[in-house]
């Protein structure tokens, strides 16, 4: 029977230490959630009362399925009884089921940060666990610095972690609280830890500072730990915690480890690590483990072949496992296979003749070499391919258009900018000339399209913008810098596509993006041309 | 003595199989000096024939003071002789110092990818070793899926590498080529390997595709292999090769490894690493281990005090050591402890009373609660500090702007797009109104601003935009959404400073960016405003 590992989401707490990252009560109570319904087994939801944000949570906290949530404190100050530390009486008023609490366990720490002698960090750990237990069904301790704590005094740090497991504390988390510790050190001094503490009892939390959390949690699993401390994506202070999307699939796939995620919620992995990433409006990483968008492309031709003729060869799991999917890149380097293979996968029923592919390989190529990047953009790469090989009616043709941003002080004396979009289109024939605003240029020159094009196009009505981006090619050049604009669009049956433009100028390339992502909505809408 | 590790680079090969990797032959010569500067022992600069710019990169190659520069190819195909190879012609014809050749080393690879028997795939290795020695000063062989191939039939896996060394191969370099491996099963199966041929000829590369390429390259070091290849920044096909920032300090600072970067090399790898990634036009990772910005940043109140009071604490090496500085982050956490330190830091001779403390961090709080970030531009954080404490001058004051972008037909008939900015400012009691055109309406209100403020302040001539950014806060509204521009700008007197703007509208933000960086600009030069 496969051995049972426990995760512990620290997400809410040390991951919202991240620079650039602040989660809203909101946030807070869906990515908990999201927890859950992945099968973690530990949420720290955040530290009660150190801010608002984790005030308004811990008021009314989130209904979890499966997982248990955890409140995170200090243990009691020097001097005071548990009972009476203002810290913990706010910590208890969360009434979580789990208390974890962070203390030394560096006779040096206790000493120099805190003060206080080594016999009175050992009642303040032994005390606060004891104090939590009168109001949790479950405790723990994080051992703050365990490992530097170790390595200068083995004999009091273990000390510090037998004061709270005779207190009850059900966990012993061993913390790497700066990160400097490797693999190696981490599986010899767990090892030694386990001989006085039992596996089933340790945990352990790591930190990315040399790059190494993820191995550092496997090397205390190895050595017999059973908690492991982690966040999504790897989200922490400095180089983030040990990033429980990787684990998770090494965990399970490769290590057979019994965890708490099912087969059918590994699947969504991919999933909830992008949406992770973008509710908190940074760019998911296409390099990430298992889950990133580049993590099963392949942009050499000579791999792109051999993938295709056996996908052991190079992909080290099959990534439909985590919800994620083979990707043949079309570029610089790419032959008739990738060419062939990226349709296969994006569902285009063409089968170009090596005359056409000749062709269009040469179009995606020029287009490449100016600056279109069609990874994140399939509806313009399917656009383009159609295109090329006659097969995108005509729909219209801008005659042109005129954007004008101002601004001044209104009626009540306050600066305020306006922006209003004219655009001229001829369709089946006839000139529509309108004119809209918008709260920026590309927002008024949208608008100004779609009114132009209504009264032809009718379904572009449930049509919207959800996303819009902008990359600046050459910043060396300062503002006259090339601009690709990468727009995301949605419909009302549910299609999401992707287009891109690019060019000297924002606004243009704005326009060419949103160009695409209208074209492709007719065009899989089936919409008749009315030249047609 | 300390042991001796070689580095081995192969960003310019592996790395240019990034997924939105393009290097240029002028991007790869000038990488290829800084890793000679860096102190890399074997760059490896491409593949010759595989492409137009590995062409052009060997056929005039770089003239390097230290490293040797690798040249990559494939062992001979099967039936041919290495003399009369076409790819190891081509190969030969780069005539680099060293040769590195990658073939198969796992039986299921060879008859299954290549449909070569097991014999004549050893045959192929040695030959091509051998002839490859008649070319070159050294040879190495790169053992495609090793582990794979050792874990499969590890006879067969061993008789490659032995069939390279004895052809003379100085190097056997066992690879991880789909990135399964994790790093207990590199340790075993590399001292396994240890035991038939000495770690003093045995590399390691190893790929990203668990979180743990740095975590297996430590691994095989520690089970004796002497040569490790990587890339800079962890660049590579799918989740990257090994990052060789990572592990550089790594090795030299908290494993005491012997190796071609000094002291003084060190110092530069933040430099280095970030350059890098501009030059790519990627943004640099803020939590890179070592590097990134992040890397020493302290976000919470009650971390920020101890890390004045004792850095080892939070920091597990001294930042300086790589060319990186610690960061205090002002935020929604931040204390006054965090506020004075990051004054410290950037040289702010500013030392405010409680009650002007209190007023900054509500300000801070507000504009950080609006979108603005001051992270990555320092400039308009010390303007908003200053001009909060009333300690800059009133220059000038925007009147109004219009910015007219239109797409046309021009004389040629072909579609063109202009942009072109109006703008009045009062500067002195005068009212200055200007006309400019631009290649972009960002770039054209620059030209216009800085045409009107001229005549007062000579000294804007010799400022410049160096970097343009823009990032979409609230996606999920489309063109709609909240726009944050980061502006970076640089002067003749070699200064470099970034402000930031924010606003619903893209124009209005570029303007406030632009606005500050102009404002900082006159600020740092005492510039007397006319007023005044």
Same sequence: chains 1, 2.
């Avoid at 608002?52 to 008021?59: G, K, R, V, Y």
């Avoid at 001094?189 to 089933?200: D, F, L, N, T, Y």
């Avoid at 019994?258 to 509710?279: K, M, N």
């Avoid at 190079?314 to 570029?331: F, T």
């Amino acid at each position: 029977m496969a051995e049972r590992i426990w995760l512990y989401d620290t997400t809410l707490r040390d991951g919202a230490q991240t620079q650039g990252v602040d989660f809203g009560a909101a946030d807070k109570l869906r990515i908990a959630k999201e927890l859950d319904d992945l099968g973690i087994d530990y949420i720290e939801g955040g530290w009660p009362g150190a801010n608002p944000t984790d005030e308004a949570f811990f008021a009314s906290p989130p209904t979890l399925r499966r997982a248990r949530l955890c409140a995170f404190g200090m243990t009691r100050r020097s001097g005071r009884s548990a009972a009476n530390d203002p810290g913990l009486v706010t910590l208890f008023q969360a009434r979580t089921p789990v208390i974890t609490l962070v203390g030394k366990s560096s006779a040096r720490q206790a000493e120099g940060a805190l003060g206080v002698t080594r016999e009175e960090n050992l009642a303040m750990i032994a005390d606060s666990i004891r104090e939590a237990l009168r109001h949790a069904e479950e405790a723990m301790f994080d051992a703050e610095h365990f490992f530097d704590g170790f390595k200068d005094d083995p004999g009091y740090a273990l000390a510090c972690l037998e004061a709270a497991l005779e207190a009850g504390a059900r966990w012993i988390v061993l913390c790497d609280t700066n990160g400097g510790t490797l693999p190696h050190e981490v599986e010899t001094i767990v090892a030694k830890v386990a001989q006085r503490i039992p596996g089933e009892r340790l945990g352990i939390h790591t930190h990315n500072d040399t790059e190494n959390a993820v191995a550092n949690s496997l090397a205390a699993v190895r050595a017999g730990a059973r908690q492991i401390q982690g966040t999504l994506n790897g989200l922490g202070e400095r180089c983030g915690n040990a990033n429980l999307v990787s684990l998770i699939p090494t965990l399970k796939l490769k290590l057979g480890y019994e965890i708490g995620v099912t087969d059918e919620a590994l699947r969504h992995l991919t999933h909830l690590s992008r949406t992770f990433d973008e509710r908190l409006n940074r760019t998911p990483n296409r390099h990430a483990a298992y889950v990133g968008a580049s993590a099963f492309a392949h942009k050499a031709g000579l791999h792109a072949s051999a993938v295709a003729k056996s996908p052991c060869f190079y992909e080290h799991i099959d990534p439909a496992l985590v919800g994620n999917s083979r990707d043949i890149l079309v570029s610089d380097q790419a032959g008739r296979s990738n060419l062939l293979f990226r349709f296969a996968e994006m569902g285009l029923d063409v089968d170009p003749d090596p005359e056409q592919t000749a062709e269009l390989l040469a179009v995606i190529k020029d287009r490449e070499a100016r600056g279109w990047a069609y990874d994140g953009a399939t509806a313009s790469f399917e656009l383009l391919v159609r295109s090329t090989l006659g097969q995108v009616p005509h729909y219209f043709d801008l005659v042109s258009f005129r954007v004008i941003d101002e601004r001044r002080f209104n009626a009540r004396g306050e600066l305020v900018t306006t922006s209003e979009a004219t655009i001229k289109v001829a369709v089946g024939g006839r000139n529509y000339y309108t004119v809209a605003d918008g709260n920026g240029p590309v927002n008024a020159l949208d608008h100004a399209l779609r009114q132009a094009l209504a009264e032809t196009y009718p379904t572009l009505e449930t049509m919207q913008l959800v996303d819009y981006k902008v990359r600046i090619l050459t910043p060396e050049k300062g503002t006259a810098a090339v601009t690709r604009v990468i727009i995301e669009s949605g419909d009302a049956e549910g299609r999401v596509w992707q287009t891109v433009g690019v060019s000297g100028n924002i606004i243009d390339a704005s326009y060419n993006a949103l160009h695409d992502a209208i074209i492709w909505k007719l065009y899989v809408d089936r919409a008749r041309a009315p030249g047609a």
